[in-house]
Nanobody
Framework: VQLQAFGGGLVQPGGSLRLSCAAS????????TGWFRQAPGKEREFVAR????????YYADSVKGRFTISRDNAKNTVSLQMNSLKPEDTAVYYC???????????WGQGTLVTVSS
């Protein structure tokens, strides 16, 4: 499975941004998939994940109620709608996928999100 994330950019606090990730590989639609992020000087952290169907979703407490993950298995994509963005959301965002719900096996290259006025 190969993953490519895009959609990052500069946004003002309170704004919205939508990240997308395109996946290749016939097994992607059967994998869990999601997003992690890494802020400068910090470790990579979990943001959101969904199961193969997209019906079961999981979020970090810090983004719950503001971010929404969704997937389209027909297009092999996963998206992250980010609303009410805060400066602390600034990070490189990585999409990932894995055969097991609790463990990413594959990573995309990352896309930078900067929340600043």
């Amino acid at each position: 499975v190969q993953l490519q994330a895009f959609g990052g950019g500069l946004v003002q606090p309170g704004g919205s941004l939508r990240l997308s990730c395109a996946a290749s590989g016939r097994t992607y639609s059967s994998y869990a998939t999601g997003w992690f992020r890494q802020a400068p000087g910090k470790e990579r952290e979990f943001v959101a994940r969904c199961d193969w169907s997209g019906r079961r979703t999981y979020y970090a407490d810090s983004v719950k109620g503001r971010f929404t993950i969704s997937r389209d298995n027909a297009k092999n994509t996963v998206s992250l709608q980010m609303n009410s963005l805060k400066p602390e959301d600034t990070a490189v965002y990585y999409c990932e996928a894995g055969a097991v719900l609790t463990r990413p096996d594959y990573w995309g290259q990352g896309t930078l999100v900067t929340v600043s006025s």
